[in-house]
């Protein structure tokens, strides 16, 4: 199966350089997203470059210049009704122009995305509405298929955002908001809370791969018949798998296949093949998973993962091994 290709810096390169995400679009959804960027930043020159001219008629124009510029008239027409009409147009165009961003058909890929303090649960659904899947901080979907996204919230407001794929919506605490995504060609895309949610709150990313279709599938299909099987492991990754249930990961996470049942942190069934780890923010690699697992607090503070100062550096590194054989 072909893998989209995994970087250390796939969300600063997705969140960052030129141009900037919004007017990079990658699918239908994101396309309506930049034009409506475009379309501001079009009337805000336009806006500019008057109040500019109008400075320019205060400060050095003519007397008659400057009575037609403070006149009644003026003031009425370019201080009241053009900006309430410019902006009644962009309400109802802006409206228009992204109806069709939270717009169901009945025939997209559905997925359910919930936002944590600071992390973000996975879910893939059957037409139904029902998990088939459980992941997280990594969503994979289909090259040319709309994707609609059901985004809840289990503490705080956050907010899903892909620039390059699609718009940006609020996860709100018992309320589920739904948004679409195309991708329209194979890659990994950044994606960021975009809602102030405390301390870590620019910690708080994800990457979205993007697979061709028949890729996907085979991807899926995979994922599923693994999801429940144990991992096989060697002499270290079983001292890890020991070590996990001797400090109690397995009461906060979740592994596939294992009596690790816990749903207060991240599902950790596939962490080893994942690009990233901490929510987006760091490569996925020995060196990370050991600094993770040792000291998070000082890599992402205040997330709710506590620090394990005192684990040995063997230790550390069986629990390592035991991360990396969870594929």
Request: proline letters at 5%; charged letters at 20%.
């Amino acid at each position: 199966m072909s893998q989209p290709t995994s970087s250390s810096s796939n969300l600063a390169e997705a969140l960052s350089g030129w141009p900037p995400p919004v007017l990079d679009p990658h699918g239908p959804f994101s396309n309506t997203v930049s034009t409506l960027a475009w379309v501001l930043l079009a009337l805000v020159t336009v806006i500019f470059v008057l109040v500019c001219a109008a400075l320019w008629v205060a400060l050095y124009g003519n007397d008659a210049l400057r009575a037609k510029l403070g006149g009644e008239r003026v003031v009425k027409w370019f201080g009241l009704i053009l900006p309430a009409g410019v902006l009644f147009l962009l309400l109802v165009g802006g409206m228009l122009l992204v109806r069709g961003l939270t717009t169901i058909q009945g025939d997209e890929l559905r997925m359910r995305v919930s936002g944590n303090i600071y992390w973000w649960r996975v879910s893939y659904l059957d037409a139904a509405g029902k998990e088939v899947l459980a992941d997280a901080n990594e969503l994979h979907i289909p090259v040319g298929r709309p994707v609609v996204v059901d985004m809840v919230s289990e503490d705080v407001i956050h907010s899903f955002w892909v620039p390059k794929l699609g718009g940006k919506m609020d996860m709100i605490p018992g309320r589920t908001n739904r948004l679409k995504l195309q991708a329209d060609k194979a890659g990994t895309y950044g994606g960021q809370c975009a809602e102030f949610c405390g301390g870590a709150h620019a910690l708080m990313g994800f990457v979205v791969v993007a697979h061709e279709p028949d890729a996907w599938q085979r991807w899926l299909d995979g994922r599923i018949e693994r999801a429940t099987a144990a991992a096989p492991l060697d002499i270290d990754a079983q001292r890890g798998k020991q070590l996990f249930n001797e400090i109690g990961c397995a009461a906060c996470h979740r592994v596939g296949g294992t009596d690790a049942q816990g749903l207060s942190g991240p599902d950790l069934t596939f962490v080893g093949a994942r690009q990233s780890l901490g929510a987006g923010i760091l490569p996925n690699s020995r060196a990370t998973l050991i600094g993770w697992i040792g000291d998070s607090q000082s890599i992402k503070p205040n997330n709710r993962m506590p620090a394990y100062r005192s684990l040995k550096a063997e230790e550390l590194h069986a629990l390592a091994s035991y991360m990396e054989a969870l594929k």
